[in-house]
């Protein structure tokens, strides 16, 4: 089979793949919630089957102690973090608008230091920045009220979920085997080495980011509500929450985290407004410098650009699912993509028609003891 063939049946495969997710869109939910909790539990279930308690028995308890855990985290965080999201929503004009006064009674000051023009352009800038984030702030807003309805209209998908994740973990091993059987012999090798990739890259997103995202809800929450800032646990957690995009976490929770605080603090208590601006320097020094690097390394390598166009388009056509699924489909595509210009390198369309195609270096064999002593001398 040529390699324009070959191109137009995976094309086609995954067109097909695209189709089948939009048309089953609204059902999804469960199952890839489900398919999510058994990839991350699995090597857990590997290490107690090790150990010599039986496949099933292992994805019992495995299930049960993270239901578990689940549950006792949303009973205690829930009702609290909903209080202050909802006062956050509510007082958030209220703080823009104090911003704004407060802007105002700087104004001489810029007025003195930039020049009249130069000052007017700001406070025009500044009105329009301000004016377009509180639009976006109410639009996300009414999102997540209308995802909520959803979610409470679809309760029943949580009993679905652990059912699903565990039938998988038990079957995990033979469906792994069954799909290797399906591979063409031809390419398994190849095959194989691309799917490894992906792996690697599935463990990067979702284990690795998983736990970034973690240990920056824990850091931020925790280090804004000893700071005393209003509101902190809840800016903590939509700024962790909104790291897996590139910058936009970040950003959004220090927007909202100068805002307060300087409603909030400013004048007579600006140490604490130079305590949060630490708080996010030291937050995005260890995000970009130490937890990027040893949990997620180069294992996604997927462009910031490409990645916000994966959530946005993935949101548009799936709505919530495809939040979901934007982030590992995008390191999918990246994998395969890497993969095709590989060959597309190595391929006569590429070299030329008379040009062989690039092989790989052999790599060299060790040579026996005699053959090494007969080429010193």
């Given at each position: 089979?040529?390699?324009?063939?070959?191109?137009l049946?995976?094309?086609?495969?995954f067109?097909?793949?695209?189709?089948l997710?939009?048309v089953?869109?609204s059902i999804?939910?469960?199952?890839?919630v489900?398919l999510?909790?058994a990839?991350?539990?699995?090597?857990?279930?590997?290490?107690?089957q090790?150990?010599?308690?039986?496949?099933s028995?292992a994805?019992?308890l495995v299930?049960?102690g993270?239901?578990?855990?689940?549950?006792?985290?949303l009973l205690?965080?829930?009702p609290?973090?909903?209080?202050?999201?909802?006062?956050?929503i509510?007082?958030l004009?209220?703080y823009?608008s104090a911003?704004?006064?407060l802007l105002?009674?700087?104004a001489?000051?810029?007025?003195?230091?930039l020049?009249p023009e130069?000052?007017a352009?700001?406070?025009?800038?500044?009105a329009?920045?301000?004016?377009?984030?509180v639009?976006?702030a109410?639009?996300v807003?009414a999102?997540?009220a209308a995802?909520g309805?959803?979610?409470i209209n679809?309760i029943a998908?949580?009993?679905?979920?652990?059912v699903?994740?565990?039938?998988?973990?038990v079957?995990?091993?033979g469906?792994?085997?069954k799909?290797?059987d399906?591979?063409?012999?031809q390419h398994q090798?190849?095959?194989?080495g691309?799917?490894?990739?992906i792996?690697?890259?599935m463990?990067g997103?979702?284990?690795?980011?998983?736990?970034?995202?973690l240990?920056?809800?824990?850091?931020?929450?925790?280090?804004?509500t000893?700071?005393?800032?209003?509101?902190?646990l809840?800016?903590?957690?939509?700024?962790?929450?909104?790291?897996?995009?590139p910058?936009?976490?970040?950003?959004?929770?220090?927007?909202?985290?100068m805002t307060?605080?300087?409603?909030q603090f400013w004048p007579?208590?600006?140490?604490f407004v130079?305590?949060?601006?630490?708080?996010y320097?030291?937050?995005?020094?260890l995000?970009a410098?130490i937890?990027?690097p040893?949990?997620v390394g180069?294992?996604i390598?997927?462009?910031?650009?490409?990645?916000?166009f994966?959530?946005?388009a993935?949101?548009?056509?799936?709505g919530?699912?495809?939040?979901?699924l934007?982030v590992p489909l995008a390191?999918?595509s990246g994998v395969?993509t890497?993969y095709?210009?590989?060959k597309?390198?190595?391929?006569?369309?590429?070299l030329g028609e008379?040009a062989e195609?690039?092989?790989?270096?052999p790599?060299p064999q060790?040579?026996p003891?005699k053959a090494?002593?007969t080429?010193?001398?």
């Open positions: 089979m040529g390699l324009r063939n070959q191109v049946i995976w094309v086609g495969l067109l097909f793949a695209i189709l997710l939009w089953f869109r999804l939910l469960p199952f890839v489900g999510t909790l990839y991350l539990l699995n090597p857990v279930v590997n290490w107690l090790k150990m010599g308690i039986g496949r028995w994805a019992m299930l049960t993270g239901i578990v855990l689940l549950v006792g985290l205690a965080l829930v609290l973090v909903a209080a202050q999201v909802g006062g956050l509510a007082g004009p209220g823009v911003l704004q006064e105002r009674e700087w001489p000051q810029f007025t003195e230091w020049g130069r000052t352009q700001l406070e025009n800038s500044l329009d920045l301000i004016g377009r984030g639009e976006f109410g639009l807003t999102t997540l995802s309805l959803t979610v679809t998908v949580l009993f679905i979920t652990p699903v994740a565990f039938y998988l973990l079957d995990w091993e469906m792994m085997r799909a290797d399906l591979l063409p012999r090798a190849e095959i194989r691309v799917l490894r990739d792996d690697r890259a463990a997103v979702i284990r690795g980011q998983g736990g970034v995202i240990v920056l809800c824990v850091y931020y929450s925790t280090a804004l000893l700071s005393g800032l209003n509101y902190g809840a800016i903590g957690l939509i700024g962790g929450l909104l790291s897996f995009v910058y936009v976490g970040f950003f959004i929770g220090f927007a909202l985290s307060v605080a300087l409603v007579e208590q600006w140490v130079v305590i949060i601006l630490a708080v320097l030291v937050g995005q020094f995000e410098n937890l990027y040893k949990l180069q294992s390598n997927i462009n910031p650009v490409w990645l916000m994966a959530l946005f993935f949101a548009l056509l799936f919530f699912v495809g939040l979901l934007a390191a999918i395969l890497r095709a210009l590989t597309y390198q190595q391929s006569s369309l590429y008379e195609p690039v092989e790989p270096a790599e060790p040579q003891a090494r002593a080429a010193r001398k």
